[in-house]
């Protein structure tokens, strides 16, 4: 049975940091991901990377604050968030897929974690 555990988030003064991580159980993928909810919001893309590859992939509301990473043996993923603003604040997803190649597409990620809440005060 495969499973996406995600632990980190919490409430955090803008321009400060947090870390999220994603534990994965069951079998390996060829990418995870991270998309985030704000109230009221659709679900958006965050950042992505290749298992295998490690190459990595940004949304440019994010790009330069953010950074994914992973621990190919503890099948395990991080995000690491800086200089946090008030609109990074969302529930954030851990995500999965087993398809082979590179999405940052919601549908094409099968496997999804229960969410953690990121709020960001100003």
């Known amino acids: 049975q495969v499973q996406l555990v995600e632990s980190g988030g919490g409430l955090v003064q803008a321009g400060g940091s947090l870390r999220l991580s994603c534990e994965a159980s069951?079998?390996?993928?060829?990418?995870m991901a991270w998309f985030r909810q704000a109230s009221g919001k659709e679900r958006e893309f965050v950042a992505a990377i290749l298992w295998g590859l490690g190459g990595a992939g940004y949304a440019d509301s994010v790009k330069g604050r953010f950074t994914i990473s992973r621990n190919n043996p503890k099948n395990m993923v991080f995000l690491q968030m800086n200089s946090l603003k008030p609109e990074d604040t969302a529930v954030y997803f851990c995500a999965a897929t087993g398809r082979n190649y590179y999405t940052e597409t919601d549908n094409d990620f099968d496997y999804w974690g229960q969410g953690t809440q990121v709020t960001v005060s100003s």
């Open positions: 069951g079998r390996t993928f060829y990418s």
